[in-house]
T-cell receptor, first 112, second 117 residues
Framework: GQQLNQSPQSMFIQEGEDVSMNCTSSSIFNTWLWYKQDPGEGPVLLIA?????ELTSNGRLTAQFGITRKDSFLNISASIPSDVGIYFCAGVTQGGSEKLVFGKGMKLTVNP | GAVVSQHPSWVICKSGTSVKIECRSLDFQATTMFWYRQFPKQSLMLMATSNEGSKATYEQGVEKDKFLINHASLTLSTLTVTSAHPEDSSFYIC?????????????FGPGTRLTVT
């Protein structure tokens, strides 16, 4: 089945630093999504990308949809302690019922 | 808006018993609901897609007779884990697709932690 490779798996940063993470796939996706999950909670949508090459921001978050439609990255600028959590990328499959395929997640720790 | 609830938030049951988990869309109608399973430190894995008024579609490797899904209304889907075993212990998360919107708009519930002893 389709799989998304997400890296890095974890990061430890100081408050105020920027962080980047990316996701690659062997398959093409027409929609890329980035979610954040807090412990014991469901994922919350951060950013949705619909067009190859698209660059979208949501506050301190910026995400881009790769030109090949096989990759995407997410940047968080000026991190704060509440950015702690697990970040997942997800691609939306095509044809019939559109389903989400998730990456393995990146655990972010922010030291105050 | 677009709130999804799950009940219970956690449950402990004995091996061999059945457990029902409810997923509700509180302020919108959901034509499609999705059930995921997440093991510790793992990603979300889609188990099945549930459409209102029809049979659920299960992903490869998911036993439909073990994980019974019912989507009887536009705001409620249930997942019943039958004859649960310790290996079924996991975090079960549902999501709901808002009627009239594209499928990527899935709103996730807070999850249900199932522990089978």
């Amino acid at each position: 089945g389709q799989q998304l490779n997400q890296s890095p798996q974890s990061m430890f940063i100081q408050e105020g630093e920027d962080v980047s993470m990316n996701c690659t796939s062997s398959s093409i996706f027409n929609t890329w999504l980035w979610y954040k999950q807090d412990p014991g909670e469901g994922p919350v949508l951060l950013i949705a990308l619909y067009k190859a090459g698209e660059l979208t921001s949501n506050g301190r978050l910026t995400a881009q949809f790769g030109i090949t439609r096989k990759d995407s990255f997410l940047n968080i600028s000026a991190s704060i302690p509440s950015d702690v959590g697990i970040y997942f990328c997800a691609g939306v499959t095509q044809g019939g019922s559109e389903k989400l395929v998730f990456g393995k997640g990146m655990k972010l720790t922010v030291n105050p | 808006g677009a709130v999804v609830s799950q009940h219970p938030s956690w449950v402990i049951c004995k091996s061999g018993t059945s457990v029902k988990i409810e997923c509700r869309s509180l302020d919108f109608q959901a034509t499609t609901m999705f059930w995921y399973r997440q093991f510790p430190k793992q990603s979300l894995m889609l188990m099945a897609t549930s459409n209102e008024g029809s049979k659920a579609t299960y992903e490869q490797g998911v036993e439909k007779d073990k994980f019974l899904i019912n989507h009887a209304s536009l705001t409620l889907s249930t997942l019943t884990v039958t004859s649960a075993h310790p290996e079924d212990s996991s975090f079960y998360i549902c999501s709901a697709h808002r009627r009239g919107h594209s499928s990527y708009e899935q709103y996730f519930g807070p999850g249900t932690r199932l522990t089978v002893t």
